[in-house]
Antibody
Framework: EVQLVESGGGLVQPGGSLRLSCATS????????MSWVRQAPGKGLEWVSS????????YYADSVKGRFTVSRDKSKTTLYLQMNSLRAEDTAVYYC???????????????WGRGTLVTVSS | QSVLTQPPSMSAAPGQKVTISCSGS????????VSWYQQLPGTAPKLLIY???RRPSGIPDRFSASKSGTSATLGITGLQTGDEADYYC????????????FGGGTKLTVL
């Protein structure tokens, strides 16, 4: 079965760090771009970051550039998001999403995980 | 402020038809494929339409979409109470920021 399962969310203080994981199964992980999309409480979808299938190309929203790092582990078929210098405005449900092609510049998000909640608060 | 512009809300009666608009620019909708996502209450988004007007397997033909220039439209016919959800358009933006962009979402109420 094709699925994405996020983990690693939780409560963190402003300025703190958190690493999210997205365990994947049911498809050839290295063939497809993977992305993180977040949704603040009661708000719309906001793209956060994407990585190409090979892992050689990464892309970030201006709002997280320099603070977040996306990576992927082919052997574990897992996507990661390292989040540093967290702010209150980073509070959101973070979804992992699979792209249809090897590069996120094409295609769409054809599979989504259930999300993991990140709360940044003192 | 979202890069793609959608009406915040729409409503229609069961059995009726509704169209949801999505307006962008040449750097996103005008030169890249548009996709649409349905988010039912309390669930993750789900792909509804891709490559401007194609439906994934399992999506009923009550859902259709089109694109013209820098605008796209999602149409839903034969509305059902189960269609009550938030709908988002999305596209890659090829400008200097090189990013994915979404519309602000349209909350569809089926009265």
């Amino acid at each position: 079965e094709v699925q994405l399962v996020e983990s690693g969310g939780g409560l963190v203080q402003p300025g703190g760090s958190l690493r999210l994981s997205c365990a994947t199964s049911g498809f050839t992980f290295s063939r497809y771009a993977m992305s993180w999309v977040r949704q603040a409480p009661g708000k719309g979808l906001e793209w956060v970051s994407s990585v190409s299938g090979s892992g050689s190309s990464t892309y970030y929203a201006d709002s997280v550039k320099g603070r977040f790092t996306v990576s992927r582990d082919k052997s574990k078929t897992t996507l990661y998001l390292q989040m540093n210098s967290l702010r209150a405005e980073d509070t959101a449900v973070y979804y992992c999403a699979k792209g249809e092609y090897g590069f996120p510049t094409q295609g769409h998000f054809d599979l989504w995980g259930r999300g993991t909640l990140v709360t940044v608060s003192s | 402020q979202s890069v793609l512009t959608q009406p915040p809300s729409m409503s229609a009666a069961p059995g009726q038809k509704v169209t949801i608009s999505c307006s962008g620019s040449s750097s996103n909708i005008g030169n890249n494929f548009v996709s649409w996502y349905q988010q039912l209450p309390g669930t993750a988004p789900k792909l509804l339409i891709y490559d401007d007007n194609r439906r994934p397997s399992g999506i009923p033909d009550r859902f259709s979409a089109s694109k013209s220039g820098t605008s796209a439209t999602l149409g839903i016919t034969g509305l059902q109470t189960g269609d009550e959800a938030d709908y988002y358009c999305g596209a890659w933006d090829s400008s200097l920021s090189a990013s994915w962009v979404f519309g602000g979402g349209t909350k569809l109420t089926v009265l």
